[in-house]
């Protein structure tokens, strides 16, 4: 869980998110502002790079059966936000950043990608928070493996809670085309951030 007394002051701040080997390590929100979060950064600077967020409805508490995370691919700099997540669309960048972190108010996660999957916005909702029962989940993580940009091996169960991280790519299709890099979390661990 993210420690107390580093918690960021922006009472929207719900999470942080660190893949190694990449520079994403930054703070995301819980909000349905997304105008809001598209156009400012964490600390309320109006900036094009924006900040990382969950819509409001996701649960970080139980947490519930997908966490989906919204973050700008800055075609200027690919470093920047969600810009590196676009490197997973090459599998040999998939083998050694197959790790996530993610440190909420309530949990320390470690989540494997299971699928990157390249969609048009409105084909496909891979923000669902909640599913009607077990088979729903499992139809919904069988249309991401079916379209995955290649296997990974990793495995999914009903059982299962996942992370979704979505993105632009106009690459893909022009404004409406999406990046989407699916994550599968794992037994409860010790692991502490970098930076917070």
């Known amino acids: 869980m993210v420690n107390i007394l580093f918690m960021p002051a922006n009472d929207d701040f719900i999470a942080w998110i660190q893949i190694p080997g990449t520079t994403i390590d ?21 900036s094009y790079l924006g900040t990382l967020f969950s819509l409001g409805k996701t649960d970080y508490r139980t947490p519930g059966k997908n966490i989906a995370i919204y ?5 200027s700099n690919g ?35 299971f699928a990157v999957v390249n969609i048009r916005s409105g084909d496909w909702n891979p923000s669902v928070a909640t599913f009607a029962s077990d088979d729903d989940f499992l139809a919904y993580i069988q249309r991401a493996r079916s379209q995955s940009l290649y ?20 690459s ?20 502490q951030l970098s930076n917070n």
């Open 26 to 46: 930054y703070p995301v929100v819980l909000s349905d502002d997304t105008r809001y979060y598209l156009e400012h950064t964490f600390t309320g600077k109006k």
């Open 151 to 170: 296997e990974t091996g990793v495995e999914v169960t009903a059982k299962d809670r996942i992370l979704t991280l979505i993105t632009c790519d106009r």
């Open 79 to 113: 470093q920047v936000m969600f810009s590196p997540l676009i490197s997973y669309k090459k599998q040999s960048f998939y083998a050694s950043h197959q790790t996530i972190y993610l440190d909420s108010l309530y949990h320390s996660d470690t989540y494997i990608v």
């Open 172 to 191: 893909f299709f022009p404004k409406y085309g999406r990046l989407v890099v699916m994550a599968v979390r794992q037994e409860p661990s010790n692991h």
């Open 71 to 75: 973050g700008h691919h800055i075609r």
